[in-house]
């Protein structure tokens, strides 16, 4: 019975490899038109998932559709079959037709064990899934800008891929181009900035800062520029400003707004509010940035040291992270750094009893 079903499976994988060379080939440029193909049809589902999430306006996001739809058909028509030349692709359908089951079946016999029990599906391992298809779509448009420097959508499409895959310096650099060649766009030039801030490991610079303020005088209210503006503040010692810019962008942020959670976090390490609850956590995609600044907070408070506000920003940004051993490990350091200040230590108690880290030493 077995070698009855292995010659139907045979001559279907016969059929399987004749049937392209029988009616058409692949042109030679299929696999790159291919890998752009399957780029583009991501990038229509990203735009999707953004635009549930609430982080891409509705405006922006039809625009962003419209030019991956168009790309997309463009790497499709790219990707359609060529005939080969008739006199090989006789000579190739024959030997496949001859030497497949000819080489198949002598294998088989010799070394196949038809009787062998199946593997329990619980006991087989999956294999991780690899990003090297992603990667191959993103070499392919890059080369296509490498040629086309000048294809200003290109850039734009290109862009958040970048900052999705944390390439965040070539992202910035994307985010320029398309600026560049296709005008003027407050949204782009926000995203342009959050990508300089990115780069430079969650500081907002003063280039980042032109950036968010430029998009501010096209777009006045734009929330992303504005977090920054708030952020920028909260980096210069300017905590005060950084409350009120904050507390002004909750109050014009619909409820259902995605950074609200990101917003009030930084509110809760400036004005000592409670942590947001696990149920409040910090979106995933602002995370990697929070915590690259909270680091770099933590680098600088171990090297040169600092007040009983600084020791205790970094304890809250630990808390809200929901990092309770490093908020100990923080809270540890801040009272032996300022041992001889007995009003900072008495803070720090009362800190740690709010954010239930234990009062002692």
């Known amino acids: 019975m077995v070698w009855f079903v292995l010659a139907g499976m045979a001559a ?47 405006g922006e996001a039809e625009s962003a559709r419209a030019e991956a739809a168009r790309r997309l058909i463009a790497a499709s028509d790219a990707s ?46 999956v294999a991780p899934q690899s990003n090297s298809e992603i990667e191959a ?10 040629v086309k420097p000048d294809d200003g959508r290109g850039w734009a499409v290109i862009a958040p891929v970048y900052m999705k895959l944390e390439r965040y310096s070539d992202a910035a650099h994307a985010y320029a181009e398309a600026l560049r060649i296709l005008g003027e766009d407050p949204l782009r030039r926000a995203a342009y900035g959050e990508a300089l801030v990115a780069a430079a490991g969650g500081v907002v610079t003063d280039e980042a800062r032109q950036q968010f303020d ?18 920028a503040a909260e980096q210069d010692g300017k905590k005060a400003d950084a409350i009120k810019d904050y507390q002004s962008l909750l109050a014009d942020s619909p409820p259902e707004a995605p950074w609200r959670n990101l917003v009030n976090a930084h509110l809760a390490a400036l004005t000592g509010a409670p942590a947001p609850t696990a149920d409040a956590a910090i979106p995933d995609a602002q995370r990697p940035m929070i915590e ?9 408070l171990a090297s040169s040291g600092g007040g009983v506000d600084d020791w205790s920003r970094l304890i809250r940004a630990y808390a809200v992270l929901h990092e309770a051993d490093k908020a100990k490990a ?32």
């Open 80 to 125: 359609e079959p060529a005939p080969p030349a008739g006199r090989a692709r006789l000579a190739a359908a024959a030997l496949i037709a001859i030497g497949l089951p000819a080489i198949a079946f002598p294998l088989y016999a010799r070394l196949g064990q038809p009787t062998m029990p199946d593997e329990p599906l619980a006991s087989r391992k």
């Open 292 to 300: 690259g600044m909270v680091s770099k907070l933590a680098t600088r």
């Open 214 to 231: 430029r998009a501010l005088a096209e777009h006045p209210g734009q929330p992303q520029a504005l977090f920054y503006v708030a952020l």
């Open 330 to 361: 923080a809270l540890a350091s801040a009272r032996k750094a300022l041992a001889p200040d007995a009003n900072a230590i008495a803070s720090l108690d009362a800190l740690a009893r709010d954010l239930g880290l234990g009062d002692a030493n």
């Open 12 to 58: 279907l994988v016969v059929l399987a490899a004749l049937w392209p060379l029988l009616r058409l080939s692949p042109a030679p440029k299929a696999n790159g038109a291919a890998s752009e193909a399957a780029f583009y049809k991501a990038q229509l589902e990203e735009i999707k998932r953004d635009v549930e999430r609430g982080l891409l306006p509705q």
């Open 137 to 146: 779509a993103v070499a392919a448009v890059e080369a296509r800008l490498a």
